[in-house]
Structures are given as structure tokens and as C-alpha cells.
């Protein structure tokens, strides 16, 4: 992971817990304070100009919206109810395909600071849902754990979502530090997930984050604490070998953890917007995969060929 190198405070953030915790685990790290975001938008300049930077500036801001945001699934395909927190947006990884390339439009990863107004904001929800399950993440806009060792958010979420059995939190990540939070298990609300792929595609396309046996070696220790668990093959990526190489990997994640302990696996071929090619090509111009022929699917999404999709998702079928 990048090194923090530069902090900006947004006016009305400066006095929450969470900034307090920031800046005393960022010490020596330039801070200045700025009246409004927009300051920083880099007009007339491409994303793939000051992506890069993003991953090392943190911008601390007040979440004015809703945190809690139903994700809003695909046209014309099955929606799976899922919700999502907006906890941050960006993150200090850097993989490749990352779909938040297209969508952040400030060079930072921005922290919303204002926790209590989240719990708030899940405590109203669910007293007014009381008879729904409800199964939400932190993760769409973000990684979960990769700025944990700096926020401290998921010690305060653990014990929470503990508190509301018809609710199930999914931390997210392609990091592997969980110890510290292995002391707040057992607790079956709450799920860690991991997206896998196999160890040459994390060396080249996910950069800075975890080894898949170090992931797998957490995900077994969270298991062994009384969390369950969740894996994430997303995206799945064509390239000559793939099918021994994702077999491979699966059979490491069996040998890993044990099945009782899995909440759910899912899968989802490469797919992005057309202009995230470009980024992708200006950013990591190795990057060969994205230049694979795809069609415009009816979602606005470039996706493989349909039947290269069906080949991609048989030996799940057939295991
Ligand atoms: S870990 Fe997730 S959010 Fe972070 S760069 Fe990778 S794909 Fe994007």
C-alpha cells in the first residue's frame, strides 16, 4: 500500500473522533485545511493524470447525504437487494480494473468522518424496517480493511451490527489485517470477504494489496474467531491458462477454510464502462486483458462475448 503523503480537512470536519484518530496515526503528514472539496477538482485534466496521487491524499470530509445507498444493480438483471455504505470513496490500492478510476473526480481518497451520524442513520433505518434483513457493506466504494489500521471504523461496526440480528455487515477487502479485530468474534452479523484471483493476476493487476495466502490466512483466522466469511471471483479475467490457473485457486480457498463457514461466493466476469479503457491503457498501458474484444452489453457495459462469459463461468457449475 502507498504512504499517506498528504492530508486536506474540509470545513466542518476538523471536529469528530475520527479526524482526531487520523491525525494522531499520520504524524508528520502535511495538513491543510481547505472551506470546500471543489477546490481540488483538477479541471481539463484526464483521470489518469492524477489517479496515482489519489491513493496517497486523504480528504477528510463530513458525509452530508445518506451513508446507507441501495446499490443500484443493472438494468435488466437480477438485483440481489444488496445496500452499501458510503464510507469512504477511492482507496489506497491500485488494481488495474478498478471501476473507481471512472468514477472518483477528486485526486483524493476521501474518509467521511462523521461515524456517529452513521450509526444514527442505521439505527433509524432498521427501527423502521423491524422485520427485514437487511445485508449491507462497506466496500463498493472502497476496500474495507485497507485504511482500518487508520480509522478504527470496523472496531465500532462489529459490536454495533451485533446489536441487530436481522442485519449482516460485509467487510470487503483485498487486504489481509484482521488481527485486530479478531477479538471483537464471535459474531455471525458480520461477514469478511475477500475477492480472489490467482497470485500472478495479484502481482501485476491488484497493486498493493495481499497475497491470496495471505488473504486465504486470514480468512481462516477470522473463521477460527467466529466470523463468517464471503469470496468474492470478481473480476474474472480471460488469459491463456486461465482455467488452471482459477482452478488452482480454488482448490487453495477449500484447503483454506472450511465450508460451513462460507456465507456465499460469487462470481462476475471483467465488465466496465467504455472510457475506463482508456484510463486503464493510460495508467498501466501492460495491461493487455483490457483489450480484449467485448461487446456494448443493453447495461452500457463492455463485456466479453457471451459464450466466452458461459466458458468462464462452467467448471463452477460443474463443481
Ligand atoms: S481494492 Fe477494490 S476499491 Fe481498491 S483499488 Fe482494488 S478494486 Fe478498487
Redesign the pocket.
Known amino acids: 500500500m502507498l504512504r499517506i503523503q498528504r492530508i486536506y480537512i474540509e470545513a466542518g470536519a476538523r471536529d469528530y473522533p475520527l479526524t482526531r484518530r487520523l491525525l494522531a496515526r499520520l504524524p508528520g503528514v502535511p495538513v491543510e485545511d481547505i472551506p470546500d472539496r471543489a477546490v481540488l477538482q483538477r479541471r481539463g485534466s484526464e483521470p489518469a493524470a492524477w489517479l496515482a496521487e489519489s491513493k496517497t491524499a486523504l480528504l477528510l470530509a463530513v458525509q452530508k447525504g445518506p451513508f446507507w445507498r441501495p446499490c443500484p444493480g443493472t438494468r435488466d438483471y437480477i438485483c440481489c437487494g444488496y445496500q452499501t455504505l458510503q464510507v469512504t470513496v ?6 488495474t ?5 471512472g468514477y472518483v473526480n477528486l485526486p483524493v481518497t476521501t474518509v467521511f468522518v462523521n461515524v456517529e451520524d452513521l450509526l444514527a442513520e442505521l439505527e433509524r433505518k432498521f427501527a423502521a424496517t423491524p422485520g427485514r434483513i437487511w445485508r449491507l457493506g462497506t ?1 463498493e ?3 474495507s480493511l ?1 485504511l482500518d489500521h487508520l480509522m478504527g471504523l470496523n472496531e465500532q461496526l462489529i459490536p454495533f451490527f451485533g446489536r441487530y440480528p436481522r442485519a449482516i455487515l460485509e467487510i470487503k ?2 487486504d489481509h489485517a484482521v488481527a485486530p479485530l479478531l477479538p471483537l468474534g464471535p459474531n455471525s452479523q458480520v461477514i469478511f470477504a475477500w ?1 480472489l484471483n490467482p497470485p500472478a493476476l495479484i502481482r501485476k493487476h ?1 497493486l498493493g ?1 495481499a497475497a491470496l495466502e495471505a488473504r486465504l490466512q486470514a480468512a481462516r483466522q477470522a473463521q477460527a474467531a467466529g466470523f463468517r466469511l464471503a469470496f468474492h471471483f470478481d473480476p474474472i479475467i480471460f488469459f491463456p491458462g486461465w482455467e488452471e490457473a482459477y482452478r488452482r485457486t480454488v482448490a487453495w480457498l477449500g484447503a483454506a477454510v472450511s465450508p460451513e463457514a462460507v456465507a456465499w461466493i460469487s462470481l462476475g466476469a471483467l465488465r466496465f464502462l467504455p472510457p475506463l479503457r482508456r484510463i486503464i491503457f493510460r495508467r498501466f498501458p501492460h495491461s493487455r486483458y483490457a483489450a480484449a474484444e467485448m461487446v456494448l452489453a443493453p447495461d452500457g457495459k463492455l463485456r466479453y462475448f457471451k459464450s466466452l462469459r458461459l466458458e468462464l463461468y462452467a467448471p463452477a457449475r460443474r463443481s
Not at 90 to 95: K, Q, T, V
Not at 97 to 101: A, D, K, S, V
Request: some cysteine.
Open positions: 477511492n482507496c489506497p490500492f491500485d488494481c480494473y478498478c471501476i473507481l478510476q466496500g466504494f472502497g476496500d485497507a477487502t483485498k475477492s491488484e494489496t
